[in-house]
Each structure stands twice: as C-alpha cells, then as structure tokens.
C-alpha cells in the first residue's frame, strides 16, 4: 500500500515524467539487432539503413536550415542521425522526462552536435506556428490522448506547408491490451521456443505464458501508455496526406519477446533461425487477420 499511495500522490504528468527518467530497457524486443534489421527492410528495403538515414536522403537532401521537432524525444537517439547529416538543421527535441534531456544534452555537447533540448510539457510550450519543415514522433504519439484533435491543434499548425511529419509508432489496441487472436498466437510461439531462450532477465525465472499488461499498474505508474493507440492511423489520416506508410506488425513479437529479449542479441544461427521463424509466424498472422499493430510513414499536410 504505501506503493500505491507514493504513486496516487504524483499528478499524472509528474507520473509519466518520473516513468521514463527511471527507466531502463533491459529485455525489450526493439533491442534485437534482428528485429531492428526487419524494420530497416521493411521500411527502407536495406536491413543495414536506418528510417532516419532513408527520410534524410529522400526528403531532405540539399535543403539547408531545415528547422526540426521532436516530440517526446526521450535521451535524443533519433535526433542526432538528423543532426550529423547536416550541421545546419536546427533541431529541437521535447520530453517531459527531465533527466532523460540532461541525458541528451550531455550526448549531444559529447558528440558535438547543435541539438536544442526542452525538457516540459509539449502541450504548454509556445511554439510559432509554420515553424517547422518536419515533426517527428518515435514511439511517442501512441502516448498522448485524443490523437486526432492532438494533432489537429497542437502540431499540424507548426509545420510549414511543405513540412512533413514522420511517425514510427506502436498503432495498437489501446493500454496494450492485445486481442484474444494475439495472445492465442503469441503463447503457441512462445511454447515452440527453447526453454534457454525463455529465461526471464532474472537469470532463474522461465517466462511460461504471455499476458496482457495490468490495466491499474499502468493507469498508476505511466497513464500516458497507450490512451488512443488503436485511433492512432486514422488520427494522423484524417488531418495528412500519406506520402508513404508501411505496416511493421508488432502484433505477437511485442509482448512475445518482452522480458526474453536478451537472450535474442546474439548473432548465432540456432538464434537468427528462431527469430526468422518468430517474424515469419507474426508477417503470416497480420497477412491473415489484416490487423496491424505498427507503422511507419511520411506525411504532409
């Protein structure tokens, strides 16, 4: 009880702000070089080409002074690519964590890259409007509410009119609360797996079935996971125009991987064989429901 209490006693951006400034990624699929490789492919046909090298040549090559936002940018991983392609873009990225800025700021002085970090609440800071020729969301828009009107009035207004938003996003049912099919399919992958490849990041405990995240855990601990995921596309459709848009599944992997996932990192071929399969399993199942829970896309406005 006095856990909950603690936690009952922060607002909730103080919540989701103290979330992530503690937060460490230790077992989490997105850190599988394989898994990152089938994104690449999926998104840019090369498995060794990140997104955020692809949209530089493609969209922004050759135009100096580019002004960028980043929104939710966590300890700046995603804006540093943008950074290096051209000292002359003037980047700016916002999270409400404050420690995770701090982070990005040391990283960014180290590397000696020109990037302006905010550390705040996106919604409350006073950006000029047709400020920006891009806005880009990496596993941030899924975190706020209401994602059409969202961006309706806060960022559609700052990008300039041949400005681009470039998303990377969980498009997902809402709180993480994965559908039966899902589960189903998921815990007949996870029953094909090795039992060394299920032990929890503990060393000991062997993960023996996947769950849907507890609703009240997170309500408590991160009430910004996930409120609107499942509108997420249609939010972003009905406010842009797609210039390109690709599903990248993440329907059974997600949650499948979750808190397994270092036992994935290595390069051996028993583990890329296994992970093979495990996409393969999960491109078949999106195929087959039509259901998608992941994209990446290029918009304008």
Not at 97 to 122: R, V
Not at 128 to 138: A, I, N, Y
């Given at each position: 009880?006095?856990?909950?209490?603690?936690?009952?006693?922060?607002?909730?951006?103080?919540?989701?702000?103290?979330?992530?400034?503690?937060?460490?990624?230790?077992?989490?699929?997105?850190?599988?070089?394989?898994?990152?490789?089938?994104?690449?492919?999926?998104?840019?046909?090369?498995?060794?080409?990140?997104?955020?090298?692809?949209?530089?040549?493609?969209?922004?090559?050759?135009?100096?002074?580019?002004?960028?936002?980043?929104?939710?940018?966590?300890?700046?991983?995603?804006?540093?690519?943008?950074?290096?392609?051209?000292?002359?873009?003037?980047?700016?990225?916002?999270?409400?964590?404050?420690?995770?800025?701090?982070?990005?700021?040391?990283?960014?002085?180290?590397?000696?890259?020109?990037?302006?970090?905010?550390?705040?609440?996106?919604?409350?800071?006073?950006?000029?409007?047709?400020?920006?020729?891009?806005?880009?969301?990496?596993?941030?828009?899924?975190?706020?509410?209401?994602?059409?009107?969202?961006?309706?009035?806060?960022?559609?207004?700052?990008?300039?009119?041949?400005?681009?938003?470039?998303?990377?996003?969980?498009?997902?049912?809402?709180?993480?609360?994965?559908?039966?099919?899902?589960?189903?399919?998921?815990?007949?992958?996870?029953?094909?797996?090795?039992?060394?490849?299920?032990?929890?990041?503990?060393?000991?405990?062997?993960?023996?079935?996947?769950?849907?995240?507890?609703?009240?855990?997170?309500?408590?601990?991160?009430?910004?996971?996930?409120?609107?995921?499942e509108n997420l596309v249609q939010g972003i459709h009905?406010?842009?125009?797609?210039?390109?848009?690709?599903?990248?599944?993440?329907?059974?992997?997600?949650?499948?991987?979750?808190?397994?996932?270092?036992?994935?990192?290595?390069?051996?071929?028993?583990?890329?064989?296994?992970?093979?399969?495990?996409?393969?399993?999960?491109?078949?199942?999106?195929?087959?429901?039509?259901?998608?829970?992941?994209?990446?896309?290029?918009?304008?406005?």
């Amino acid at each position: 009880m006095p856990f909950l209490f603690r936690i009952l006693n922060k607002g909730a951006s103080a919540r989701v702000a103290s979330k992530w400034d503690n937060y460490r990624s230790a077992s989490d699929f997105w850190l599988i070089p394989a898994i990152q490789e089938e994104w690449n492919r999926k998104i840019t046909g090369d498995k060794n080409l990140v997104y955020e090298e692809y949209v530089c040549d493609k969209y922004l090559k050759g135009r100096d002074g580019l002004e960028i936002l980043s929104i939710g940018c966590g300890n700046g991983i995603h804006e540093r690519p943008f950074a290096r392609y051209n000292s002359t873009f003037k980047i700016t990225g916002v999270d409400l964590a404050s420690a995770q800025i701090e982070q990005a700021k040391t990283i960014a002085a180290e590397q000696e890259l020109s990037i302006n970090y905010i550390s705040g609440d996106f919604t409350k800071m006073d950006f000029k409007e047709g400020t920006f020729d891009m806005v880009l969301f990496h596993s941030s828009l899924h975190h706020f509410s209401n994602i059409r009107d969202f961006l309706k009035d806060y960022v559609k207004p700052l990008l300039k009119d041949r400005g681009i938003l470039v998303a990377f996003e969980y498009a997902g049912p809402n709180r993480l609360q994965l559908k039966k099919s899902q589960l189903t399919a998921a815990n007949a992958i996870l029953k094909q797996i090795p039992e060394e490849y299920k032990t929890l990041y503990d060393g000991k405990t062997i993960k023996k079935k996947v769950y849907r995240p507890g609703l009240l855990r997170m309500l408590l601990v991160d009430p910004s996971e996930a409120p609107d995921s499942e509108n997420l596309v249609q939010g972003i459709h009905d406010n842009f125009s797609v210039v390109e848009e690709v599903r990248l599944g993440w329907n059974i992997t997600h949650l499948l991987l979750k808190g397994i996932s270092h036992n994935f990192i290595n390069y051996s071929g028993e583990t890329q064989s296994l992970l093979t399969d495990i996409i393969r399993q999960e491109d078949e199942f999106v195929m087959q429901t039509g259901e998608n829970d992941a994209i990446f896309g290029v918009y304008k406005k």
